[in-house]
């Protein structure tokens, strides 16, 4: 039988789709460093191409026979690089050849293009997940942006978070039209250009979401105490960095000040030269420089200092040792160069400078008072016939320390800020470097590259991450990438998905297990540890053979929960992550506030009748009205389930007061009373309600409970109704010590 072209056409999509999703994984697991797992699943990548290979005649191919070459070459070279345990090099492969090369195959199918490169659309979204970038932006990178798009054929909108339709796939965003801004819905972007990716700020479900569905140009890189420590792991440029420690304690201070002398003080998540301090020792006195303040402490005053300042916050400075880099005219001075990726996916300085300050100051940043000018002028005062060669020096010491921070950091940066020092010896330094560097003076220059590097990523489909972008490890939480479990196999059905405490696995999950069969439809349990936030799957559990199966599974389709937290302190990450899943309930709390049902029924007006008489207490003696009006009254806790917390009350002819909770019985008078009342109601909310006495023929206390559930079309029915009735000389109907169910 042959095969019509259609059939055949999607055939070749599907192998592709899963080649791509294969070809993704590996990329995971070679930065995971998971060698023997990257083996196997590069086994599958090589019979998948080989299955595209069979079908494919050399037409269907972007670049025919040549196309088809260059993926074999780059397959044989990832397994030379296997072979000898060069997982950088493959991930570089990966990222920067293979996969584009497998999603350039899947377009040019999807367009039913033949040997012609596709024509994308690109739109770019710059965003920022508070706030919208227009509002953080300066005006000049605004306009810039917004210029360059127009001259490389792109569209450029502005949103945050706020503006995000996830179910839609579309924002809300600002967008210069016919020379004025405008508010517009736009589709998903193409592409998202982000700001503001400091580790400091926890990123929002938003973001994180977003960031599964499109492809973003930056990440973040960590503090000042995170890139030594990352260098330091990989050895190469270490020496680069000046000496420093963590200012934890006085004494670490203290001995870094006796054997270097001279030391500045920096705040680990510090921006534009704010707050940093530099000290010099001299005997017993400490010089004290905050950029141009000058203060002498003694031991003591220095110790105050320290106290308050750099400890005042627990390991939040480090302290390091100065590096004298001035000019001739005694003013500091530092390199700032920016580099940036452009539309090839390329390293390019986009610009190196001097940052100049004063010359009673410590500091060379511009934004604290100032000045550049050209490198090749500052070299040449300062070094004479030397200058040019140490221009040369720093550029490609830029360049190559560039290329290896983008290495260790999964090929996942787009731009750098490298702030570099030259000391009286002629010896260059890296002070720190951060990936969202100020560019006032070159605003049009920085914009030429971001666009073009948005678009790279955006016609190539590359999808990139570091560690910052992951969920921090919790011990004992699901991880797809390391289970040995299966893959469920669950086609087309709906997934139901309970979500429980493994507490709370009983005779009512097996029941759903059983009955969701019977209605033909997907049933697995799972705990919040059950999930992997960062590859959408769950550790779902399945009952079979009575017993429960673990195996890896996408997201419900629905989700009957039973860990009943939402709203509660801890557990939002849960319900954020599963946001946009249909609940079976959606109230918070494992129980829903008895306050809120009185008032909304009361506002009704229609069960007034049937309300028994409450309020809620804020005050002691709101109980004590209560107790003179109705004589007897309960005092229960307004959110809650069973018996727990409910007090009985009511006055003797003694002028005692007798309250039972439930099988604890006790005398009190007022003032005690009142004193018992205060604490309790310190801990929680309370309300309370006259006394409405139900006792059978034999004196025991009794109420009906009735369990009310929606059915399958959506309307409520009785799941069950009974008496539960309490011991004969208590007053409450608890079924516990004693009580039963009828």
Known sequence: MVMSKDKQLKQVLNIMDTLLDATEHLSMLVKEKELSQSIFMFSSVVEGFGAINRVLTPAQTKSGEEGRREIEQLLLMIAQQME???????????????IPQFRNLKRTFEGNVQNENLDLNVTIGVYLSHANPRDVYPDARINALVEESKQQNTEVFFFSSEGVNLDNKQVNADMFIDGKWDKVIRPFPSVIHNIGVSPRVKQSITERKLRRKLPFTSFGIGNKLHLPKKMIQYRKFVDLFVPFKIATNKTVVYDFLTENESAVFKPLMGRQGQNIYFVRKRGNRYHLLDHRKDQIFNQSKFEDWINSTILNNKGSYMVQRYINCRTKGNEP????????KDGEGKWQLTKIYPRIGHSDSILSNISRGGRTEKLSTLFTEQFGVKGKQYERDVQELAMELTAHLDKIHGHALDELGLDLAIDENGRFWLHEANNGPQSTYHEVKRAVNTIAYAKYIAENGLYFTNEFQKEPYVKGQFNARKTDLSTANLGN??????????????????????VAKYENKHFYYFTPKDIDYDEMLIRGHFYENKEWIPRVVSYPDVIYDRLRLRGIKGHNTVYEELEGIPFTNEFYGNSISKLEVYDQLSSTGKFNEAIIPYQKVDRVREVFHYIERYGKVILKPEIGSFARGVHFISQLDNGEYFVAEGTKEKHYNEFSLSN????????STFIVQKYIETRTIDGQPFDIRVHMMKNGNGEWSFVNNYPRIGIAHAVISSTGNGGYIG
Request: aromatic content about 8%.
């Open 84 to 98: 000898q345990g060069n997982l950088l090099k493959v991930s570089e492969v990966l990222q920067f050849s293979l």
């Open 493 to 514: 059905q709906l997934r139901i998905g309970m979500l429980v405490d493994k507490s709370e696995v009983n005779n009512l999950t097996v029941a759903c297990a059983y």
């Open 333 to 340: 001075y530092d390199i700032r160069a920016h580099v940036q």
């Open 676 to 683: 018992y009342l205060r604490e309790l109601i310190h801990k």
